[in-house]
């Protein structure tokens, strides 16, 4: 079983972490920028955060044969705090990069009006550097938000085929669906979704735009949850073929309409990267 | 910023190797146009040419550091360390361009810069660059920063400590530029490389190869650490903490 996580923060994850997903399957990962558990104050903190993910994190992913992508964005959460703000200015020097294939997470968290200048001048940094775009839909009055989400996504420059809507429910899988969104699930422990509603709502709604992720971060979460999903939807009756959809294909085919998505890394040695171009790099 | 020149702080006899930064601009280019696709060889003549015309920064980014950012894609990941170097060198970067390229770049950028130095910065004004890389634990990082430059410029303590650092993280001391040169005699690098190996023996642990090469190099006539019967390659786990 081949496993893409369209959504996993490797950065609060361990060493261990990276060889039991690699046992478990994955081979490519796309880690979104998002807060963190403690609020930050400065956009250096955040410049910091996005060059980890653009440099540190892929380099400790490579290390166990597994593929790194991010996405870049300022989050709803601290878009609201007015020193942070000014992260949007620099985003697009962040926006060119090799490594970046979406804008995200952007969305809501409490839907205040900071949020919604971020998500909108957000949406349309995507279109300017063609890049898809990752929306987190909020915890708190989820459906309403979706809502809210959807239209200023319609009145974005952004087509829905080129945006993730994620952290999607039994509540807000069909109003997601009929936008054309393509529809995020993050399968937790505890909250958010499980494996067996998963299984469920795949049954229900087919496999089509649906991508699975763990969204595994610093709280009580558990990166090996694609692959828990993978194995309860063949004992369930769905075909390998129809896993493989979910797990790997989907996320691929959104994350490659940014063109950059590199899925060539094996178990290169990672301490042989630098020194590639008249070594066997032809 | 100015510091003194000293003895190390020569040009490198050492010009032929295997990296971009041992490999003249001219080479790399003819390399490239051998390689790509005429898709890639396009971008790459548009990029070279719009570096040549506007080397300077317009608006808050030049377009020949869009075109650094986007080098990876256009060319594939193994041909954009060269395509990188041949921008930079085509832009004329100084000390001021390649320090804002660096501190802006993803780490295959940034690798990009420590190897076009040699090329494009004659004195030690980028030495910050190759302290900041020898700091990071991205081993392709580290060595791209023990290219030619660090060579004529690092002072023989950081030197020191940046073989010590190769050996400790598996980067391979054939990317150590100019090391027979710098290595020659030198009494402090043979004291802490056996110091090294004394370490590892203690701890039951095997001693990297390297470090017999390089300890040869500082004394050839030195009675070697005695060898343990498991020899390795590298450290443990490349782990600095």
């Keep these: 079983m081949r496993i893409f996580d369209p959504h996993i923060h490797m950065t609060s994850r361990t060493t261990d972490d990276y060889e039991a997903m690699h046992a478990a399957g994955v081979r490519a990962l796309v880690e979104p920028a998002f807060w963190l558990g403690q609020p930050r104050t400065s956009p250096a903190s955040f410049f910091d955060y996005f060059d980890s993910l653009l440099g540190w994190e892929p380099f400790r992913a490579a290390q166990y044969g597994i593929a790194h992508h991010c996405t870049i964005a300022l989050n709803p959460k601290e878009a609201n705090d007015p020193r942070c703000a000014p992260v949007l200015d620099e985003l697009p020097r962040y926006l060119v990069k090799d490594q970046v294939v979406a804008v995200g997470e952007i969305g809501y968290d409490s839907m205040t009006p900071a949020e919604d200048t971020a998500l909108a001048a957000q949406l349309q940094l995507a279109a300017d550097h063609e890049l898809p775009a990752l929306v987190h839909t909020p915890h708190r009055d989820k459906l309403a938000g979706l809502r809210r989400t959807l239209d200023v996504v319609r009145e974005s420059a952004l087509p829905p085929g080129r945006v993730l809507v994620d952290h999607l429910n039994e509540t807000t899988v069909k109003e997601a669906k009929d936008s054309g969104c393509w529809l995020g699930f993050s399968v937790y422990p505890d909250t958010k979704m499980d494996e067996e509603r998963m299984v469920a709502i795949l049954r229900a709604h087919g496999p089509e735009q649906v991508l699975v992720n763990s969204a595994a971060d610093w709280g009580r979460s558990d990166p090996l949850k694609t692959r828990r999903v993978g194995e309860l939807m063949l004992a369930e009756g769905f075909t390998e073929d129809e896993v493989d959809r979910v797990l790997w294909r989907n996320p691929v085919a959104f994350y490659g309409l940014s063109g950059r998505l590199n899925l060539a890394l094996a178990a290169t040695e990672a301490t042989h990267e630098g020194n590639s171009i008249l070594r066997g790099g032809a | ?241």
Excluded at chain 2, 123 to 139: C, I, S
Excluded at chain 2, 148 to 175: D, I, M, N, Q
Excluded at chain 2, 201 to 221: I, M, Q, S
């Design chain 2, 1 to 241: 910023m100015t510091r003194p020149h000293t003895a190390w702080d020569t040009p490198a006899a050492d010009t032929e190797g295997t990296t971009p930064a041992r490999t003249s601009p001219a080479a790399l280019h003819d390399h490239l146009r051998a390689h790509l696709d005429g898709a890639a060889r396009a971008w790459l003549d548009q990029a070279l040419d719009e570096a040549a015309a506007h080397p300077g920064i317009r608006g808050p980014i030049s377009v020949w550091e869009l075109r650094l950012a986007e080098a990876g894609r256009r060319c594939g990941p193994e041909h954009a360390d060269a395509a990188r170097v041949l921008i930079l060198h085509t832009a004329r970067a100084g000390t001021d361009a390649v320090t804002r390229v660096y501190y802006q770049g993803t780490a295959a950028e940034r690798r990009s810069v420590l190897h076009a130095l040699p090329h494009l910065v004659d004195g030690p004004g980028a030495l910050p660059l190759v302290e900041d890389a020898l700091r990071t634990n991205d081993t392709s990082v580290v060595a791209a920063a023990v290219g030619p430059y660090a060579a004529r410029h690092l002072s023989p303590h950081l030197w020191r400590h940046a073989v010590l650092k190769c050996l400790f993280t598996g980067v391979p001391v054939a990317e150590v530029a100019d090391l027979e040169r710098r290595a020659h005699a030198d009494a402090e690098l043979a004291r802490m490389l056996a110091d090294y190996a004394a370490e590892r023996t203690a701890a039951g642990r095997p001693v990297p190869e390297d470090l017999y090469r390089v300890l040869t190099l500082c004394d050839p006539t030195a009675t070697p650490p005695a060898r343990t019967a498991e020899h390795g390659t590298r450290g443990t786990d490349g782990k600095e903490s």
